[in-house]
Every structure is written in structure tokens, then in C-alpha cells.
């Protein structure tokens, strides 16, 4: 499962969270993925990509001449914040995928040992734990994880993004000295 599969759509609930629009997510994995540079032109205040005649920030409404003058590159800390958010959904999306192979494995072993005609038939049993498997290893992590991992590990990354999102923004309006 590729994680920016365009068919893959991930869990995101509108939190009126103005960090990380969709765009500036997109080109933060382009530059990731060295598909494209850390240059352009950024809203001052959410580093969403800005067209060069962009005069508002479609995301969080900031106006370009009046607000936060555009930056000409995301800050590497924002970058770092969006790959550790992202590592932690991919870690539990995995775990919870994990979690349903094993899950299958385990209930189609007590269906197999359970069902009498199974356990007289090794033949049977063992064309009934193949098929099993070959089915339920594929459903149950598709759920568990694209489902449930997904959700938990959304909220889980998103906290923390939060957090490392705020520090750098006391960080930002520190009045210089
Ligand atoms: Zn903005």
C-alpha cells in the first residue's frame, strides 16, 4: 500500500486545524521524494504554496500585502514535523495490519481444530486454512488497519503536529531583539 496512492483515501476529519493544507502536504512530499525543490512562494503565516499573484491564502485567509509578507521556502522544522506526523500514521496503520494477519491466523487454526470434520480430514482442513487465510488475510488488515490504524493514528500524529506546529509559531513571533 503506497501511502499518496491518489486511490488510497486516508482518514482526515475537518479539524479547522490551519496546519498542513493539502497542497502544502503535497509539496512537502515532492521534495521529499526529490521531485521538486524547497523553493517558491509560501503563505507567512500556514506555508501554503501561493501562486505569484496570489493577494490572499486560499487556506487560512491571510492576506498577502497586509498580513505576513509570503516566504520563499517552507522552514526545515515544518518539514520534520510533517515526516515524524507521518511516520506515526504509517506506524499505526501497519501495527493494525499486523495485528489482522495474525488475527486470521489464529481464528482459522481454532476453526480448523474446532470443527470436527476438520479435524478428521487433513485434507480438508487444510484446504479450509488455506482459503481462510488467502481471504481473511487480506480483509481483516484492510480493515483493521486502513480503518481503525488509520483514525488512531491520525489523532496520535496530528497531537503531536499540533504541538511542534505551535512551539515553531511562539518561536516565529518572537518579537526580535
Ligand atoms: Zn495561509
Given at each position: 500500500m503506497s501511502f499518496d496512492d491518489?486511490?488510497?483515501?486516508?482518514?482526515?476529519?475537518?479539524?479547522?486545524?490551519?496546519?498542513?493544507?493539502?497542497?502544502?502536504?503535497?509539496?512537502?512530499?515532492?521534495?521529499s521524494r526529490g521531485q521538486a525543490p524547497n523553493v517558491g512562494?509560501?503563505?507567512?503565516?500556514?506555508?501554503?504554496?501561493?501562486?505569484?499573484?496570489?493577494?490572499?491564502?486560499?487556506?487560512?485567509?491571510?492576506?498577502?500585502?497586509?498580513?505576513?509578507?509570503p516566504v520563499d521556502a517552507v522552514p526545515d522544522t515544518l518539514l520534520e514535523t510533517l515526516r515524524i506526523q507521518r511516520a506515526i500514521e504509517a506506524n499505526w496503520v501497519n501495527g493494525f495490519a499486523?495485528?489482522?494477519?495474525?488475527?486470521?491466523?489464529?481464528?482459522?487454526?481454532?476453526?480448523?481444530?474446532?470443527?470436527?470434520?476438520?479435524?478428521?480430514?487433513?485434507?480438508?482442513?487444510?484446504?479450509?486454512y488455506g482459503v481462510y487465510l488467502l481471504v481473511m488475510s487480506r480483509v481483516l488488515p484492510a480493515i483493521l488497519g486502513g480503518y481503525f490504524g488509520d483514525r488512531m493514528g491520525y489523532e496520535k500524529a496530528r497531537t503531536k503536529t499540533r504541538e511542534a506546529w505551535a512551539e515553531w509559531v511562539a518561536k516565529r513571533d518572537q518579537p526580535q531583539r
Amino acid at each position: 500500500m503506497s501511502f499518496d496512492d491518489p486511490n488510497d483515501v486516508r482518514f482526515r476529519p475537518d479539524d479547522d486545524c490551519p496546519i498542513f493544507s493539502q497542497e502544502l502536504e503535497d509539496h512537502i512530499v515532492a521534495i521529499s521524494r526529490g521531485q521538486a525543490p524547497n523553493v517558491g512562494r509560501f503563505c507567512g503565516n500556514c506555508y501554503t504554496p501561493l501562486s505569484r499573484d496570489t493577494e490572499m491564502c486560499p487556506h487560512c485567509r491571510e492576506d498577502v500585502r497586509a498580513g505576513r509578507a509570503p516566504v520563499d521556502a517552507v522552514p526545515d522544522t515544518l518539514l520534520e514535523t510533517l515526516r515524524i506526523q507521518r511516520a506515526i500514521e504509517a506506524n499505526w496503520v501497519n501495527g493494525f495490519a499486523y495485528l489482522g494477519i495474525i488475527i486470521a491466523a489464529t481464528t482459522g487454526l481454532a476453526i480448523v481444530l474446532g470443527v470436527p470434520m476438520f479435524r478428521d480430514s487433513l485434507i480438508w482442513a487444510t484446504l479450509f486454512y488455506g482459503v481462510y487465510l488467502l481471504v481473511m488475510s487480506r480483509v481483516l488488515p484492510a480493515i483493521l488497519g486502513g480503518y481503525f490504524g488509520d483514525r488512531m493514528g491520525y489523532e496520535k500524529a496530528r497531537t503531536k503536529t499540533r504541538e511542534a506546529w505551535a512551539e515553531w509559531v511562539a518561536k516565529r513571533d518572537q518579537p526580535q531583539r
